[in-house]
C-alpha cells in the first residue's frame, strides 16, 4: 500500500528554564493509506507531542531538533508556518482532547466551520454555510439548520465534540489526526463518536491516528497500534497481534492493568509498580527497565532495537535478542497476559 505518513527519528525537545524535556526521542514509522493507528501509552510517553510535531504545532520552548515528517513525500519539519497553515486543516486535520477549550466560546459553531472552509476552499460565505449544515448532518448533530447558529456552551460535551468532528472533517483531509477525543465523554457517548469515526474514516476516505491510552479503544476502532513509554516506541504490531501476543514486558504490563469481564472469572488487576521516566534527565537505556521484571544489565546500560518479531510486529526488548537468556516467567505472563 501507499505510504501517506513516514515519521523518521523524530526527536522533540522543550527547552524549559530547568533543562531539556526530551519529550520525544527518536521515533520512526509510518502511515499507510487507509489505516487507522492507534498510539498508546500512559501519561507523558510523548505521544500527543509526536501528534502536535506532526502539525506543526509545538511552540515555544518546545522544538523538532531532530528527524523528518514526511507527509506526501514533503517534509513537514522544514516548512515554515505559512507553509503549514495550507496543510493544516485541508490535507491534515486535528481532534482536540478537550472541545470546550477547542472551539471559540465567542462565536457560533457556524463562524467557526465557515471560516475554516473560505480559507481553504472558493466557497462563498452561504455555500460554506450550507456545506457546515451538511457536516453537522454527517455527524449526527439533530436540527443542523438550528444548531448551526448555537455557540459552544449551549452544547453538551458530546455534541461539542460532534461539532468538532465537523470541523476537522469539512475540507475531506487525507490524515485525521484524533488526540484522546473520548477522554472526557461517558461510556455512551465514547461508544457514539468512536462509531461516528469509523464511518466518517469510510465516508469521506481518510486516514486516521488516534491518540489515547485506553487499549479498549484501540482494540474496537483500530488496525494497527504502536505502543510508547518514555519518549520512545516499545512496540509496534496489528491490533490482533497486540491483544493476542504481547511481546514486551510493558505492553504486558498496560493489557494487565485492564479490566475484564469475562463470565465465571475474577482476577486481580495487576498495576505497573513505579513510575515513568524523568525525561529531564531521562535513562540512556531502556526506560521501562526500573519497572521492568526480567530486566538484564544490558537494559540498563544501552537502548533496546526494534527486534523484528514478525513481518507486521516488533518489540524494542532485549529480550528478544538471539543471544538473549531464556525467560519462562516472561513467556508465561505473555500468556496470562491474553487469557
Known amino acids: 500500500m501507499d505510504k501517506l505518513l513516514e515519521v523518521k527519528n523524530l526527536h522533540t525537545t522543550f527547552f524549559t528554564h530547568i533543562g531539556e524535556v526530551q519529550a520525544v526521542r527518536g521515533i520512526s514509522f509510518d502511515l499507510e493509506l487507509g489505516d487507522i493507528l492507534g498510539i498508546v501509552g500512559e501519561s507523558g510517553s510523548?505521544?500527543?507531542?509526536?501528534?502536535?510535531?506532526?502539525?506543526?504545532?509545538?511552540?515555544?520552548?518546545?522544538k523538532i531538533v531532530e528527524g523528518s515528517i514526511l507527509f506526501d513525500n514533503k517534509d513537514l519539519s522544514k516548512l515554515t508556518q505559512k507553509e503549514l497553515s495550507e496543510y493544516r486543516g485541508n490535507d491534515i486535520a486535528m481532534i482536540f482532547q478537550d472541545p470546550m477549550t477547542s472551539l471559540n466560546p465567542v462565536f457560533s459553531i457556524a463562524d467557526q466551520i465557515t471560516t475554516v472552509l473560505m480559507r481553504h476552499t472558493e466557497l462563498t460565505k452561504q455555500q460554506a454555510r450550507e456545506r457546515a449544515i451538511e457536516l453537522l448532518k454527517m455527524v449526527e448533530i439533530p436540527e443542523p439548520e438550528v444548531r448551526i447558529d448555537a455557540y459552544p456552551h449551549q452544547f453538551s460535551g458530546g455534541m461539542r465534540q460532534r461539532a468538532m468532528i465537523a470541523m476537522a472533517i469539512s475540507c475531506n483531509p487525507k490524515l485525521l489526526i484524533a488526540d484522546e477525543p473520548t477522554t472526557a465523554l461517558d461510556v455512551t457517548i465514547q461508544a457514539q463518536i468512536l462509531e461516528l469515526m469509523r464511518h466518517l474514516k469510510d465516508q469521506i476516505n481518510t486516514t486516521i491516528m488516534l491518540i489515547t491510552h485506553d487499549l479498549g479503544v484501540v482494540a474496537e476502532v483500530c488496525n494497527k497500534v504502536i505502543v510508547m513509554y518514555g519518549g520512545l516506541i516499545m512496540e509496534k504490531a496489528s491490533v490482533e497481534e497486540l491483544f493476542k501476543n504481547p511481546q514486551h514486558p510493558y505492553t504486558i504490563g498496560l493489557l494487565q492493568s485492564v479490566p475484564r469481564h469475562e463470565k465465571g472469572q475474577r482476577k486481580r488487576l495487576q498495576p505497573i509498580k513505579g513510575s515513568p521516566p524523568d525525561l529531564l534527565n531521562p535513562p540512556k537505556g531502556c526506560p521501562f527497565a526500573p519497572r521492568c521484571p526480567h530486566a538484564m544489565e544490558v537494559c540498563i546500560q544501552e537502548p533496546s532495537p526494534l527486534f523484528n518479531v514478525s513481518s507486521t510486529q516488533s518489540a524494542s526488548c532485549w529480550l528478544h535478542h538471539p543471544h538473549a537468556p531464556q525467560t519462562p516467567g516472561?513467556?508465561?505472563?505473555k500468556e496470562d497476559a491474553h487469557e
Open 46 to 62: 510523548g505521544k500527543s507531542v509526536t501528534s502536535l510535531s506532526i502539525m506543526g504545532l509545538v511552540d515555544e520552548p518546545g
Open 330 to 333: 516472561y513467556i508465561q505472563v
